[in-house]
């Protein structure tokens, strides 16, 4: 990996990049750390042995696709019809039993306070992903869980580089954090758009990737679910909006303009999904024309993933057992 980002500028001195330090003196800094010292880092972190640093194997629930690293794939090869031969009330019924998994998992990830855990989610404009996290997360304990919802950059966030907003937003230890909307805004409506010239889109899946493995390197297990409907749902889902007054806050004429660029889209999403589903973040994509089918396997996921992780509550006060409150 470090060979795509040119030479380590110390390897010629055949010395170990040294630990990033903070450095108290205001004289200039002759040898300035460069981004292949954070990847360095990034690996030496990933290559310690350690629970906290051990990448969990992420595997998908029944009805969910999961682009394997390396093999060619391709949106159209998914149904998004698909609704695992359930009918919708059993599938609602086993709704509410992966809740009460990922209700009891989240409050040990939340004692345990020593890794985190993220859920991306991606879907064109009407995919479903606000009703996924009302679905998926209901009953959660708000206060061990945060949903950032990116819409387009501000002024001061095109300043930065394209990941700074996503990097501020990352679940901290005992968290669950879900991106609603994220990182690949930047190679998928920025790409469609014409946003930035080719050259500076096409370099991201790299940087993405590097992002997400620091990610994982530092105890965070990555989740990211693509929401996969078809042509003619979002006809429907638009047209609920548009005729349905409960629904006009959820309209944007700006979706009528998105959808002439469908296949476009549907490129873009393709080779993110290529280029970005690696070992310790693969990408599940979800069919997502039927919610309730939807919503059960990301649920379900959700709860295998956290409970692979096996969060423990830590150990008690010694001696608490003699404890006594005093009056
Ligand atoms: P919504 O999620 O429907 O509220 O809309 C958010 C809008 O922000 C969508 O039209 C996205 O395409 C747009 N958006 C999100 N991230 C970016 C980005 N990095 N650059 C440009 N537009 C973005
Ligand atoms: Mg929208």
Redesign the pocket.
């Known amino acids: 990996m470090p060979k795509k980002h040119g030479p380590h500028r110390r390897a010629s001195r055949n010395e170990p990049a040294p630990a990033t330090k903070l450095r108290v003196s205001s004289a200039p800094d002759p040898h300035p750390p460069t981004s292949a010292d954070w990847v360095g880092a990034a690996e030496r972190i990933e290559q310690r042995q350690g629970p906290e640093i051990a990448l969990p194997t992420i595997r998908a629930a029944a009805g969910i696709a999961t682009v394997e690293p390396g093999r060619p794939f391709s949106l159209a090869a998914v149904d998004p019809d698909a609704d695992g031969g359930l009918d919708k009330q059993e599938a609602k019924a086993m709704l509410a039993a992966e809740r009460a998994r990922i209700q009891d998992l989240q409050e040990r990830l939340y004692a345990e306070r020593r890794r985190s855990l993220l859920i991306v989610l991606q879907a064109i404009?009407t995919g479903g992903?606000?009703g996924t996290i009302r679905a998926v997360l209901e009953g959660v304990n708000p206060q061990g869980c945060a949903v950032a919802?990116?819409?387009?950059?501000s002024a001061e966030?095109l300043d930065h580089d394209?990941l700074w907003?996503y990097h501020a937003r990352t679940p901290g230890r005992g968290m669950i954090g879900v991106f609603?909307?994220s990182?690949y805004?930047?190679v998928?409506?920025?790409r469609v758009?014409g946003?930035v010239p080719e050259p500076v889109w096409r370099m991201r899946y790299d940087l993405i990737n590097d992002f997400e493995r620091l990610l994982a390197a530092s105890g965070t297990t990555i989740l990211k679910f693509f929401l996969h409907i078809s042509k003619d749902e979002q006809r429907e889902r638009l047209e609920a909006r548009i005729a349905d007054p409960q629904k006009h806050w959820k309209f944007?004429p700006?979706?009528l303009v998105?959808r002439k660029s469908w296949d476009a889209y549907q490129s873009a999403f393709n080779d993110a999904l290529n280029h970005c589903s690696t070992p310790h973040a693969p990408w599940h994509v979800v069919p997502a024309n039927r919610k309730w089918f939807r919503n059960l396997v990301i649920a379900r996921t959700v709860a295998d993933t956290l409970e692979a992780m096996d969060p423990q509550f830590p150990a008690a006060p010694k001696g608490i057992a003699d404890l006594k409150v005093p009056d």
């Open positions: 404009d992903k606000d919802s990116f819409k387009v950059p966030e394209f907003r609603n909307r990182h805004e930047d998928l409506v920025v758009k946003l944007d700006a979706d998105e």
